[in-house]
């Protein structure tokens, strides 16, 4: 048997939910129709609405939290949970096509460890959004050396045993994409891209534009620190550094002494260094088990 006969007879589809009643009916009957006998389990986060209801009438296996601690905490629930060899992870308010399911497990097929929905342009929910993923991208491309076409897609197909290596670092939070993407580049984990177009989702989103708009920020910081700290820090510390330089050779001119300014920027530009140096250290022993396994058969 082969890698794809395999990963088809053992899928595990896990939605995470919260108060997706209304949406989760017509995704639960085209899941059924489409994966007919796959494992589904959706992860109730603190749901208030009937989404509990509906996951009982379709027959599927639910994982309930009392109260809502986290999309990142609803996936890493539904990964304990299941069973599957391979893992699928949707948005349980539509957005995503159960049809493209067969495209990613064809992608894990061809040896991938991880295989992403890369959301088109006019798949993204809103223009500041588009713009924000933008950014992300082309910075963990940067980091990671390898074309990142979506950082924070929530649809994805990973093989279990690698996504589990790494439910330690996972977040809580609406973070956990860009978490795992990166940890898999980190340890060497091939990780392939699929096109998609992304649906409008039904009724209220859960994101909070201010809050999680700063949340997003932090990504940025997460992505260096998750993959190569030094290759963030460096330019950071080469900037100050440039810039106390530059601000020595103007008072030098100016007013022939080397003034407190010049040596708290030179002083910055250290501690940033010495700041990405440490992190660096401390990253490869985060990976230190994963990079041993490397070797080992997918």
Known sequence: MNHGERDVNKISVILPARNEAANLRPLLEKLTAQLPGTEIVVVDDGSTDGTAAVCQEYGVRVVTHPYSMGNGAAVKAGARRATGDVLVFMDADGQHDPADIPRLLAKLAEGYAMAVG??????????????????????????????????????????????????????????????????????????????????????????????????????????????????????????????????????????????NMGVLLFSVSVVVFLMGLVSEQITSLFYQQSDGNIGGTR
């Open 118 to 259: 890369a959301r088109r342009d006019h798949s993204q929910a809103s223009w500041g959004r588009s713009v924000a993923n933008r950014i992300y991208n082309r910075l963990a491309s940067w980091m990671a050396n390898y074309p990142v076409l979506d950082l924070t897609s929530g649809f994805r197909a990973v093989r279990a045993d690698r996504f589990r290596e790494f439910l330690y670092l996972l977040p809580n939070g609406f973070s956990y994409p860009t978490t795992i993407t990166m940890a898999f580049f980190r340890s060497g984990y091939p990780v392939g891209y699929v096109p998609i177009v992304a649906g409008r989702r039904e009724g209220k989103s859960h994101i909070q534009p201010l809050q999680d708009g700063v949340r997003f920020l932090l990504i940025i910081f997460k992505i260096g620190t998750l993959y190569s700290p030094l290759k963030l820090f460096f330019p950071i510390s080469l900037g100050f550094f440039l810039l106390g330089l530059g601000y020595y050779a103007h008072t030098f001119v100016t007013q022939g002494r080397f003034t």
